[in-house]
T-cell receptor, first 113, second 113 residues
């Protein structure tokens, strides 16, 4: 039973560039949520996708956008990267919206230089 | 006032000892509570849900105090492998997170031989 998988594992980008992170949910899960975790902080909610639509969104600028595909996999896109976007980006899946708990992937560590 | 607060620690505890830490939440309407464990540079993993009547899983005991709005985690006979960051997570449906989940910043626990 495959868990949540994310790619890539690590990424280094330059300020101003754009990045796309990918996530495949745990088998049987149809809801995908994205979190940003800065060093020493708890995960901060970016947004959640269900039925290919953004269902909830946290306090992140429009530079952060996402997509969910018919197979429930998801992408997180960040435009015009800033140094402060350097963080661990976590994808989590759940059985359905409102059905906690969340199952996290290993994360993508993004470094912006 | 922050929605979910935890003492960041670190808690330095000798192997075999019992350790407990709390997490306070601000929304009295909060409905669900969880403890996640996060190892260094890894993803959070669900440790246990916290039920109103309290619950135990092996050496771990979780308690909920609705009157004082806090949850607790107690670890008995601590092992070196218990060293990790413990994240308190509260689901109140309004936290703005996925399924209303709000994460604390975590409590860092170090078990010393």
């Amino acid at each position: 039973d495959a868990g949540v998988t994310q790619s890539p594992t690590h990424l280094i980008k330059t300020r101003g560039q754009q990045v796309t992170l990918r996530c495949s949910p745990k088998s049987g899960h149809d809801t995908v949520s994205w979190y940003q975790q800065a060093l020493g902080q708890g995960p901060q909610f970016i947004f959640q996708y269900y039925e290919e639509e953004e269902r909830q969104r946290g306090n992140f600028p429009d530079r952060f956008s996402g997509h969910q595909f018919p197979n429930y996999s998801s992408e997180l896109n960040v435009n015009a990267l800033l140094l402060g976007d350097s963080a661990l980006y976590l994808c989590a899946s759940s059985l359905e919206p409102g059905n906690s708990p969340l199952h996290f992937g290993n994360g993508t560590r993004l470094t912006v230089t | 006032r922050k929605e979910v607060e935890q003492d960041p620690g670190p808690f330095n505890v000798p192997e075999g000892a019992t350790v407990a830490f709390n997490c306070t939440y601000s929304n009295s309407a909060s409905q669900s509570f969880f403890w996640y464990r996060q190892d260094c540079r890894k993803e959070p993993k669900l440790l246990m849900s916290v039920y109103s009547s309290g619950n135990e899983d092996g050496r771990f005991t979780a308690q909920l105090n609705r009157a004082s709005q806090y949850i607790s985690l107690l670890i008995r006979d601590s092992k070196l492998s218990d060293s990790a960051t413990y994240l308190c997570v509260v689901n109140d449906g309004t936290g703005g997170g996925a399924d209303g989940l709000t994460f604390g910043k975590g409590t860092h626990l170090i078990i010393q031989p």
